[in-house]
T-cell receptor, first 113, second 113 residues
Framework: DAMVIQNPRYQVTQFGKPVTLSCSQTLNHNVMYWYQQKSSQAPKLLFHYYDKDFNNEADTPDNFQSRRPNTSFCFLDIRSPGLGDAAMYLC????????????FGAGTRLSVL | AQSVTQPDIHITVSEGASLELRCNYSYGATPYLFWYVQSPGQGLQLLLK??????LVQGIKGFEAEFKRSQSSFNLRKPSVHWSDAAEYFC???????????FGTGTLLAVQP
């Protein structure tokens, strides 16, 4: 059974049109992460939540925002997508103290037209 | 600075042949070490991890990895590759002050009949 679920798997949006990607987890992990992965590159951490505490990476553009309304759900909001934001977006979760193993969802492939 | 290096961008092996994917890390102290596999259009799946203890670790799908402190390496191996092993493989490390998961640039494995 999938433990980290991302919806949708594929998302097409228009240049400048806000888009929201969703992640849910059944692991009850207290940390949730969002990564951006462009073609043939390693995942790049955008931000993470430790419980309700939001931790933004220094080089994450302001265009990217996140919300975590409860333990199970986390959202990635892209306020004004540009062509350069087309990528795979990966959600991951971990529990602090178990060696911090991160478990990844299947990802959402975002296309910007 | 903390880093993970995968020297081989692309490797092609014949089905049934043995495989070794290289990974080197640069950290002040031994980090937690991981190997993930990513099939096309999918998220990352954890193959195996090293935290401490026995330097030869077994993972899923018949993979193993050997930690060598003297070489700062954590190479992934499989004695006999199957066509379904074709995917991208990421070595990752976590530790130090930031405790972020740092990925190598990945090795794309092709398996020929």
């Amino acid at each position: 059974d999938a433990m980290v679920i991302q919806n949708p798997r594929y998302q097409v949006t228009q240049f400048g049109k806000p888009v929201t990607l969703s992640c849910s987890q059944t692991l009850n992990h207290n940390v949730m992460y969002w990564y951006q992965q462009k073609s043939s590159q390693a995942p790049k951490l955008l931000f993470h939540y430790y419980d309700k505490d939001f931790n933004n990476e220094a080089d994450t553009p302001d265009n990217f925002q996140s919300r975590r309304p409860n333990t199970s759900f986390c959202f990635l909001d892209i306020r004004s997508p540009g062509l350069g934001d087309a990528a795979m977006y990966l959600c991951a979760t971990s529990r602090v103290g178990q060696g911090s193993i991160q478990y990844f969802g299947a990802g959402t492939r975002l296309s910007v037209l | 600075a903390q880093s993970v290096t995968q020297p081989d961008i692309h490797i092609t092996v014949s089905e049934g042949a043995s495989l070794e994917l290289r990974c080197n890390y640069s950290y002040g102290a031994t980090p937690y070490l991981f190997w993930y596999v990513q099939s096309p259009g999918q998220g990352l799946q954890l193959l195996l991890k090293y935290f401490s203890g026995d330097t030869l670790v077994q993972g899923i799908k018949g993979f193993e990895a050997e930690f060598k402190r003297s070489q700062s390496s954590f190479n992934l191996r499989k004695p006999s590759v199957h066509w379904s092993d074709a995917a991208e493989y990421f070595c990752a490390a976590r530790g130090g002050a930031t405790n972020k998961l740092i990925f190598g640039t990945g090795t794309l494995l092709a398996v020929q009949p």
